[in-house]
């Protein structure tokens, strides 16, 4: 066989990459679940997948240190009893990788302060933490766009909250690669149709958060049954009565919680629910959503004891993990002119 024929061969053998990252500020809602987490595991086996628990973004908490760490280890092992599979995909904790820190400080000189300040997210926060508006929350995006480009991520699952900024890796990336020479894969991002935003259940108008000191406006990956139960049976809706489409913001969330846990579209859900009534539509979501996370909790206090097992994860994660970010960034530091110590 030929060489070009070979490289060719090897072009199509390779699977494209994927990266995406959940921050451990607490445990993850049915919103990470719907708009991010269960895209990520169907994109394992077909994709190059590399997901991590961004510990080093919720610094920008200032989250006290005994939290942080039991929220990784949480959310750690609560991503894999969703279904990551630590054999399929690279699963690591970002602050284990380096790289990721260094990529941050050489890419923020190749990020614009302008562009910063445009973020939407950081507009939000700073104005919820006018006590706090620390760099770190100015700089995380181009933090998040180090994590994406080391990996050489040609899609970043997330939910809508996020298009912004991957965007902005996206303009990083390309003016990296137009001032040196192509270096960067240009990601794009990769967004659920329906269920890119949760909302809250007590504030539809508003994306559900785990940050939102309303516990009723959440529900999250932990909660039991009673708890599911009473949260929907209590979300905002309007007085229409009508299970639509176009109805209030309230009942469209509820909808589209539903099609996410059954998965199915939108649509399918209001042709099977279209005469119940408000009060009877809940106590179905509320079933349907109970028990899918009643599986995934069995699952989680199972992980949660096993902590030699979790382990095992972050270590072979980490050997794959670190080996990628390693050649890019030898990649980056010749191409912007660091000097490499030689060999003895
Ligand atoms: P975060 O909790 O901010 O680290 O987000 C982790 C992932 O979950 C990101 O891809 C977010 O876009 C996604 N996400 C967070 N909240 C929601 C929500 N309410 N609806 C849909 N996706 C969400």
């Given at each position: 066989?030929?060489?070009?024929r070979?490289?060719?061969?090897?072009?199509?053998?390779?699977?494209k990459?994927?990266?995406s990252?959940?921050?451990?500020t607490?445990?993850?809602?049915?919103?990470n679940?719907c708009g991010?987490?269960?895209n990520?595991?169907?994109?394992?086996?077909?994709?190059?997948?590399?997901?991590?628990?961004?510990?080093?973004?919720?610094?920008t908490?200032?989250?006290?240190?005994?939290?942080?760490?039991a929220?990784?280890?949480?959310?750690?092992a609560?991503?894999l009893a969703c279904?990551?599979?630590?054999?399929?995909?690279?699963?690591?904790?970002?602050?284990?990788i380096?790289e990721?820190?260094?990529?941050?400080?050489v890419?923020?000189?190749?990020?614009?302060?302008g562009?910063?300040?445009r973020?939407t997210?950081?507009?939000?926060?700073?104005?919820?933490?006018?006590?706090n508006?620390?760099?770190?929350l100015?700089?995380?995006?181009?933090?998040?766009?180090?994590?994406?480009?080391?990996?050489?991520?040609?899609?970043?699952?997330?939910g809508?909250d996020?298009?912004q900024?991957?965007?902005?890796?996206?303009?990083?990336?390309e003016?990296?690669n137009?001032r040196?020479?192509?270096?960067?894969?240009?990601?794009?991002?990769?967004?659920?149709?329906?269920?890119?935003?949760?909302?809250?259940?007590?504030?539809p108008?508003?994306?559900?958060?785990?940050?939102?000191?309303?516990?009723?406006?959440?529900?999250?990956?932990?909660?039991?049954k009673?708890?599911?139960?009473?949260?929907?049976?209590?979300?905002?809706?309007d007085?229409e009565?009508?299970?639509?489409?176009?109805?209030?913001?309230g009942?469209?969330?509820?909808?589209?919680?539903c099609a996410s846990f059954l998965?199915?579209?939108p649509?399918?859900?209001?042709?099977?629910?279209?005469?119940a009534?408000?009060?009877?539509f809940?106590?179905s979501?509320?079933?349907?959503?109970?028990?899918?996370?009643s599986?995934?909790?069995?699952n989680?206090?199972?992980?949660?004891?096993?902590?030699?097992y979790?382990?095992?994860?972050?270590?072979?994660s980490?050997q794959?993990?670190k080996y990628?970010?390693?050649?890019?960034?030898?990649?980056?530091?010749r191409?912007?002119?660091?000097?490499p110590?030689?060999?003895?």
């Amino acid at each position: 066989m030929n060489e070009t024929r070979m490289d060719t061969n090897k072009q199509m053998e390779q699977k494209k990459v994927v990266y995406s990252a959940v921050q451990p500020t607490g445990m993850l809602t049915i919103g990470n679940f719907c708009g991010a987490i269960k895209n990520w595991v169907a994109l394992q086996g077909q994709y190059e997948c590399y997901y991590s628990v961004a510990d080093l973004h919720s610094l920008t908490l200032c989250m006290n240190g005994a939290d942080l760490r039991a929220y990784t280890m949480n959310v750690y092992a609560m991503l894999l009893a969703c279904g990551i599979d630590c054999d399929q995909s690279t699963f690591f904790l970002q602050s284990h990788i380096h790289e990721h820190t260094e990529l941050a400080w050489v890419l923020n000189c190749y990020a614009q302060y302008g562009e910063a300040r445009r973020m939407t997210q950081f507009k939000d926060k700073s104005a919820r933490h006018a006590d706090n508006v620390n760099v770190g929350l100015f700089a995380y995006p181009i933090l998040q766009a180090a994590d994406i480009l080391l990996y050489g991520a040609d899609f970043v699952p997330v939910g809508k909250d996020q298009k912004q900024h991957i965007e902005f890796a996206k303009v990083i990336a390309e003016r990296f690669n137009h001032r040196f020479s192509p270096t960067f894969v240009v990601p794009s991002v990769l967004i659920p149709k329906t269920s890119g935003k949760i909302n809250s259940l007590t504030n539809p108008e508003q994306k559900m958060s785990k940050s939102d000191p309303n516990v009723n406006s959440y529900i999250l990956m932990t909660d039991d049954k009673d708890t599911v139960v009473r949260k929907i049976k209590r979300a905002v809706t309007d007085s229409e009565g009508r299970i639509s489409l176009d109805g209030g913001v309230g009942i469209q969330n509820l909808i589209h919680i539903c099609a996410s846990f059954l998965d199915t579209d939108p649509q399918s859900v209001v042709k099977q629910y279209g005469d119940a009534t408000y009060e009877s539509f809940k106590a179905s979501v509320a079933e349907i959503v109970a028990s899918k996370l009643s599986g995934i909790q069995d699952n989680y206090a199972r992980l949660t004891k096993d902590k030699t097992y979790l382990q095992s994860c972050m270590q072979k994660s980490n050997q794959r993990a670190k080996y990628l970010a390693q050649k890019t960034m030898q990649k980056v530091y010749r191409k912007i002119g660091l000097v490499p110590i030689e060999k003895p």
